[in-house]
């Protein structure tokens, strides 16, 4: 049976993610910082899907323990997930360099350490599937959340580049570009309604875009649309805007 794993199994998004591939048949492995909170989760998708899930210890920011982590699987899956990530707060951030670390670390080093390293097993397979959840924040820098943004900029540019490496090795990079979304990390801003996806929605978008082979996935159609245009404010007007 095909299997799938979720780095940052904790989060909203991961559970739909989770839930979605089990609901397809896929074997699920959830990697977590702390595999307790994992547990009703993972009995749930087992008695309700009728497939295997696991659940195993990941830190994202313990660089060196991820080839480790990865050796230690039972099985290697088809299908990695990248879903973990930290917004944090961008004036604190800027204020105590321990915040911007952090958001750095969680959103690039560490994403781009154990995609590394997993990329490096497929390539040598020949086969495999690699998903990152980066974000629209990364398309043009702005005052409310330029370091969470700047990070996953170079997120998104990891994953295109790995895209592109590993073509010709037989393996598959999606590059998932979220809008907002409704989950733990947005519960204390006001989100548009219209504008905002449901965790499921991202599920739904991943699954389809890992069984079509479509490279770069938006969700919500319309934020490539959205971004299109930010993208293309002429800077004069554009640092004078408050977004
Ligand atoms: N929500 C949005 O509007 C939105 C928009 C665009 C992109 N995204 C991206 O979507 C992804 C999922 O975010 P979410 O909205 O579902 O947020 P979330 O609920 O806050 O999830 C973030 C997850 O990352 C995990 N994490 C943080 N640091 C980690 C570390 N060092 N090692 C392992 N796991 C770590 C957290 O683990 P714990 O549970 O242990 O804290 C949490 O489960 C993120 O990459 C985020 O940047 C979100």
Redesign the pocket.
Known sequence: MASVLI????????VAIARKFASEGYDIQL????IK?LDSLCSDIHIRSNVSCTAFE?????FQSHRNFLNNLPSIPDITI??????GDNEIAREQWQEAE?VI???YT??VSVLNAISLIYAKEQRGTIVG?????GERGRQSNFM?GSA?AGFTAYLSGLRNRMFKENVHVVS???????????EN?T?PPLL??M?ED?ANGIYNAVKSGKNVVYIKWFWRYIMLIIRNIPEFIFKKLKL
Request: hydrophobic share 45%.
């Open positions: 780095l940052g199994a904790a989060s909203d998004m991961a990697a977590a910082r702390n909170r990941f830190d994202a920011l313990n990248c879903v973990f990530g930290y917004l952090r670390h969680t959103n560490g994403a959840i980066s974000s629209v924040a969470y996953k998932v570009q979220p809008g907002f979304v409704y989950t733990r990390m947005t801003l989100l905002t996806a965790p991202i």
